[in-house]
């Protein structure tokens, strides 16, 4: 037997309680009981996206959001803006070329951040944009980009605001409404602690408005014809029934912990993660806006094939942690610190990982990192 532990920034682990609501017997959608889980669930969206728009529920995982987003806002031959500062930064691009629409990347190196001068800079260089399309949090390579500030540059060129904050909402403050977000977007197995399967897009009033004339072709992911039905607690097409009766219970445990204290919660593990692999003499990718839902970390030089560190992690000791993608495969592995996580996952990580680099020749003191995760803990509380 070999205990296992998921510290990945997506999935991220399922409570016990909502586990177990999965082998419930299945309810059917169309039905007064399932019409009043979904009107909680709709009212635990709007605190968590900190929005009075309607926060719709989308069965797909979160790319689909973000292909909702792109193909119910813009028409073929439309230019946007795009922020691609990793992975998920370069999908914006794949997603409008899909739909003939026109994208202008900013490039940002792995792991850096892009400031707002860089972004109002571009975009007097492309005025016929009608989008900044970016990551609040860039999963790749864990580095933020400044949101608020971007809204504003946005806000000011009459652009829309499109913000996938797939490991962002719930995870750090991103109040949509406060900040003037035209479109936020989110996925189920992050912040939410539910298996995969949802995505989560709200709108605001200039974005409603800018569906209304879009032409880019759109059948299933219909935002207009998803907010209809669920303001009337039902969606368009068969909803994840199972996934939205867990989702209900996760509401209520952010709801109960309050958004605030998650937040400062995630913020206190990714201190506590960053002192550890500090402590351990490794470096952190992204130094400039560290994102506190997933640390990115260099392989050291002693190293030779860093896609080890993940590999010996999971196959020899349980611990599931995400290593680097597409051009950072094998440069650094990712520790996720958000959602149902607390201390003693980032301790099981970290211990996990003195043992690995030990065992890959890396010089370790047992328990350097640890002890560093604690006493930072102890630190920030
Ligand atoms: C996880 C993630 C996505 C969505 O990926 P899916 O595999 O489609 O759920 C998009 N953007 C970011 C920043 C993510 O972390």
Redesign the pocket.
């Known amino acids: 037997m070999k205990k296992t532990y998921l510290l990945t920034?997506?999935p991220t682990p399922v409570p016990e309680t909502i586990s177990s609501i999965f082998a419930r017997p299945l309810i059917h959608h169309r039905t007064p009981g399932f019409q009043k889980l979904f009107e909680e669930v709709r009212a635990g969206l709007k605190y968590v996206f900190q929005t009075k728009q309607e926060v719709l529920t989308l069965l797909?995982?979160?790319?689909?959001?973000?292909d909702a987003a792109v193909s119910n806002l813009f028409s073929p031959g439309d230019e946007i803006i795009s922020i691609n500062g990793g992975k998920?930064g370069a999908?914006w691009a794949k997603i409008a070329s899909a739909y003939g629409i026109i994208c202008h990347e900013i490039k940002v190196a792995p792991g850096a951040s892009v400031e707002a001068s860089e972004v109002s800079d571009f975009v007097a260089k492309h005025p016929s944009a009608k989008a900044i399309c970016f990551?609040?949090?860039?999963?790749?390579t864990g580095s933020c980009m400044p949101t608020e500030e971007i809204v504003e540059v946005a806000r000011r060129a009459n652009l829309l605001s499109v913000c996938?904050a797939?490991?962002?909402c719930g995870v750090f403050d991103l109040p949509m409404d406060e900040w003037g977000i035209d479109v936020m977007?989110t996925?189920s197995?992050?912040a939410m602690m539910i298996p995969?399967g949802l995505?989560f897009i709200a709108l605001s009033d200039r974005a409603w408005k800018a569906n209304e004339t879009a032409k880019a072709p759109r059948f299933y992911f219909d935002l207009a014809r998803e907010k209809k039905s669920q303001l009337k607690n039902q969606t368009a097409w068969t909803p994840g029934t199972s996934l939205i009766q867990g989702l209900h219970e996760a509401l209520k445990m952010i709801q109960e912990e309050g958004l605030q204290n998650v937040f400062k919660r995630h913020e206190r593990l990714a201190q506590a993660t960053r002192a550890a692999v500090q402590a351990l003499g490794l470096e952190i990718l992204a130094t400039k806006r560290p994102s506190s839902?997933v640390t990115s970390v260099k392989v050291p030089s002693q190293i030779a094939d860093g896609k080890l560190i993940p590999r010996t992690m999971r196959d020899s000791y349980g611990v599931t942690i995400a290593g680097g993608q597409d051009e950072l495969e094998g440069k650094i592995f990712r520790l996720s610190h958000f959602g149902y996580c607390g201390i003693f996952d980032i301790t099981t990580g970290i211990s996990c990982l003195e043992m690995t680099l030990h065992d890959l020749g890396y010089p370790v003191q047992f328990g350097k990192g640890v002890g560093a995760a604690l006493a930072s803990y102890k630190k920030t509380s």
Request: a neutral charge.
């Open positions: 920034p997506g797909c995982s979160g790319t689909g959001g973000m998920f999908r990551q609040a949090s860039e999963t790749s996938d797939i490991t962002a977007i996925g197995q992050k995969p995505a839902a």
